[in-house]
């Protein structure tokens, strides 16, 4: 199976800060890579696709990059909406597989 | 407007059994490769199993924490997407979502088109 590690686990960001989530995966994944938005109580939200394709409705402050192995989710500037926790998910191959998950707080 | 909506959740033993239904509108369900996803109370998310279109047999793939225990399976005429859960265990407790696959460039990548969630409890 595919490992995803996540990095940070949690961070504190200010209002307007740029924020970077960095996503590992534990062999090459072809930017079969998915990044999603999770509020507390609610279902996650998918953001990005195949690493870097913004989904339909999405705002343009998320952008994501990477490919092989390494992949980054940025918040270009972030605000009281973007408080949540976010996950990455490989899917290049079975089982499909989540990071551990990166909350990002208020400072 | 494409919805989802699961229902069948609630507390059963363990050892016991549960069906979660999905109810698809706004598109064809069997044109579409569908997911189960769940998520244990205040942990992180784990994908539980795919089941392809009707183009691709509804062949169905399954993480090996549910494999021999869980099935998904189809109704076209109801338009609904099921889980048959047997064999339960206290580590299955979670909210489960259906979600949709999006197609594109011949690849089925993950879709904004996730459901409320159900939750399934499995206590003594």
């Known amino acids: 199976d595919i490992q995803m590690t996540q990095s940070p686990s949690s961070l504190s960001a200010s209002v307007g800060d740029r924020v970077t989530i960095t996503c590992r995966a534990s062999?090459?994944?072809?930017?079969?890579l998915a990044w999603f938005q999770q509020k507390p109580g609610k279902a996650p939200k998918s953001l990005i696709y195949?690493?870097?394709s913004l989904q339909s409705g999405v705002p343009s402050k998320f952008s994501g990059s990477g490919s092989g192995t390494d992949f980054t989710l940025t918040i270009s500037s972030l605000q009281p909406e973007d408080f949540a926790t976010y996950y990455c998910?490989?899917?290049?191959?079975?089982?499909?597989?989540f990071g551990g998950g990166t909350k990002v707080e208020i400072k | 407007e494409v919805q989802l909506v699961e229902s069948g959740g609630g507390l059963v033993q363990p050892g016991g059994f549960l069906r979660l239904s999905c109810a698809a509108s706004?598109?064809?369900?069997?044109?579409?490769?569908m997911d189960w996803v769940r998520q244990a109370p205040g942990k992180g998310l784990e994908w539980v199993g795919r089941?392809?279109?009707?183009?691709?047999?509804?062949?169905?793939e399954y993480a090996a924490s549910v494999k021999g225990r869980f099935t998904i399976s189809r109704d076209d005429s109801k338009n609904s997407l099921y889980l048959q859960m047997n064999s339960l265990k206290a580590e299955d407790t979670a909210v489960y979502y259906c979600?949709?696959?999006?197609?594109?460039?011949?690849?089925?990548?993950?879709?904004?088109?996730w459901g409320q969630g159900t939750l399934v409890t499995v206590s003594s």
């Open positions: 089941s392809r279109n009707k183009a691709n047999s509804y062949t169905t």
């Open positions: 706004g598109f064809t369900l069997s044109d579409h490769y």
């Open positions: 062999q090459v994944i072809n930017n079969y």
């Open positions: 979600v949709r696959a999006h197609y594109e460039s011949n690849i089925y990548h993950p879709s904004q088109y």
């Open positions: 998910q490989q899917y290049n191959s079975y089982p499909l597989t």
């Open positions: 195949a690493a870097s």
